[in-house]
């Protein structure tokens, strides 16, 4: 069976050595053996480091066993077998691999493994990034020391502790606008993330409030979230305490029975006071966290309607139909109006983004149709005055 770069990265990306950032050029120096019929041994360098991934179909975790089909005769090795990261609690070292077992050792001789690398191999759950993190504050110790270096090279006889600080985080004012048995619906203010963007909370997020009391998605870093609201704009947000619910609202989501309804503040004036924003949009190659209109992008429609204004901005009514990301942002965009305040794709700098979700219309479990309204903001009004 043919084993190029792609299938060794695939099989590092299963013990979180890699993730989706890296490239299949990363591994270097592809040897192929045979050293028994029924296996395969597959020696490569990723990241300045030796690896041999052995795949056997009667290894079954014995570890003299699969460390005697890893000696190279004349060349010396300090192999360490890496343990499966989801073994579910119980030591096992055998990945599922193409209907066989596959093992991953690395070669540990003289230089060490630095120690972000090394967390991954030994504790896994977390990513490499996210112990980067861990270490640059202070939370890891090696043999009882704080070590603020990702990169600093630690061996397999040195002790490797990890002592979370929780973080002081301060949580923005909100208002809870409906709860019941199966949702809770708050009105979130600007500036507070929807969920954690990692598996480490900076910040206080609006997942935090459901989380004590959701089982949908509770061990992830968004519990009880099925929609979400960029930071910068405030009003009504849904979330899930249960799976059933999850899965109701979803369908609703995906099938464009929610309606949704947001005020805007927009620079300038559109040239009619209501039109129909028909332009799909698609991610921007050159700024991948943005978005622009395109013509092999996805489908966005947005309705407007013109509600109020001075001379230099205008009140706006936005009814998207979709729901794509940054929609609303990007269409005002297009249309010669950005959002006031929209850091990405807008003009005008103010004190935050003009964009508020204030109506959101859906049905609940039971099959009740409910109606869930978020008052504008005090500061829309001053802008306008």
């Known amino acids: 069976m043919k084993y190029d770069s792609s299938d060794i990265l695939t099989f590092l990306r299963l013990f979180y050595l890699a993730d989706d950032q890296t490239m299949p050029r990363q591994i270097e120096r592809i040897e192929k053996s045979k050293p028994h019929e029924k296996n ?24 003299p066993y699969i460390m005697e089909q890893v000696v190279e005769q004349g060349i010396p090795h300090e ?81 490797i502790t990890l002592e979370e600080i929780a973080p002081e985080r301060t949580t923005l004012p909100y208002d809870v606008i409906f709860e019941d048995e199966n949702v809770l619906v708050v009105n979130k203010p600007a500036g507070m993330l929807t969920h954690a963007k990692g598996a480490i909370a900076e910040e206080f997020t609006a997942a935090d409030i459901i989380k004590p009391k959701t089982s949908y998605k509770a061990e992830t870093n968004r519990p009880g979230i099925v929609h979400r609201l960029d930071r910068d704009t405030s009003g009504v947000l849904l979330m899930v305490k249960n799976d059933e619910t ?79 990301t940054h929609q609303l942002r990007v269409h005002t965009q297009h249309i010669g109006v950005p959002i006031l305040g929209d850091r990405v794709y807008g003009t005008e700098a103010a004190d935050r983004m003009y964009l508020h979700a204030s109506r959101l219309e859906l049905t609940l479990p039971g099959g009740v149709r409910k109606v869930f309204e978020a008052p504008l903001p005090p500061s829309f009004q001053e802008q306008l005055a």
């Open 40 to 63: 395969v041994l597959i020696r490569f360098t990723f990241n300045k480091k030796k690896y041999a991934m052995l795949i056997d179909s009667a290894a079954e975790d014995d570890v």
């Open 79 to 159: 192999y360490q077998l890496l343990e499966n990261p989801n073994g579910d609690g119980f030591l096992t070292y055998a990945m599922p691999w193409r209907g066989k077992e596959g093992y991953l050792l690395v070669d540990t001789k003289a230089t060490g493994t630095r120690l972000d690398v090394a967390m991954v191999e030994r504790f896994g759950e977390k990513s490499r990034s996210t112990y980067q993190k861990l270490i640059k504050r202070g939370e890891v110790r090696v043999n009882g020391a704080v070590q603020t270096s990702p990169k600093q090279l630690v061996h397999p006889a040195d002790e």
């Open 246 to 324: 999850a899965s109701m609202v979803q369908r609703q989501f995906t099938n464009r029975s929610v309606k949704k309804e947001y005020m805007a503040i927009v620079s300038g004036r559109p040239a009619q006071n209501e039109a129909l924003i028909d332009v799909p949009i698609e991610r921007n190659p050159s700024a991948p966290s943005t978005f622009r209109p395109g013509v092999k992008g996805k489908e966005a429609q947005t309705a407007y309607t013109v509600l109020s204004g001075n001379d230099a901005h205008t009140l706006l009514q936005l009814r998207p139909k979709t729901g794509r």
